[in-house]
């Protein structure tokens, strides 16, 4: 049986467009909610709109480029260069308070909508050294969010434990592994679908589709 509603955050790259399948799967209501934070490749606003009206979900766009303002990163400055972190650091990628602020925001549309829950794609298997995408992050602030507004919202995280392979897998049992791989856009260098295939991003991508589908074609 189909719970009632959720919010979906929705950034119209993979591992949101498979949560999104997968919330379709389970509530009798879906809306998906993107933020704007001033990314540098806009065309990831763009594949959310166009995702989410061809699975007819009701889309909403929040401002968030307060978030560019205070962190500058290589996500939102084309002067910075995307790398990956070395010696403990954290990639240049990293977003400060980007889920906090995503999750949060999210909670309050909730709220205004009558969803009870949040679906986010975070993942702790697969997690580029982010520490707003650990499991005890997720159920932290999920108590708060909670208790700052006396509510019981329950934050999903279909991925949390799921390697990137097993990520194509999902979107595969819900018959959406094409879809997801034609139509998203994951790549920091803003290219839809299997991307640049060098950065970080689309070796990732590519390496769990790989294993896949050499897995699915020997089983």
Known sequence: MKQEKAI????????STTCLFWAKERFKEVEAVTFDYGQRHRLEIECAKVIAKELGIKHHILDMSLLNQLAPNALTRQDIKVEDGENGELPSTFVPGRNLLFLSFAGVLASQVGAKHIVTGVCETDFSGYPDCRDVFIK???VTLNLSM??????????MWLNKAQT?????QFGALEF????????YNGVIADGCGE??????RKKGLDE???YRKES
Do not use: H, K, M
């Open 199 to 204: 950065c970080p991003a689309c070796q990732l």
């Open 150 to 159: 006396d509510d019981s919202f329950v934050i999903d995280t279909p991925l």
């Open 8 to 15: 979906v955050v929705f950034s119209g790259g993979q591992d």
């Open 180 to 187: 997801v791989r034609e139509r998203t856009l994951t790549c």
């Open 140 to 142: 932290s602030l999920n």
């Open 168 to 172: 194509w897998e999902l979107a595969d």
């Open 212 to 214: 896949y589908l050499s």
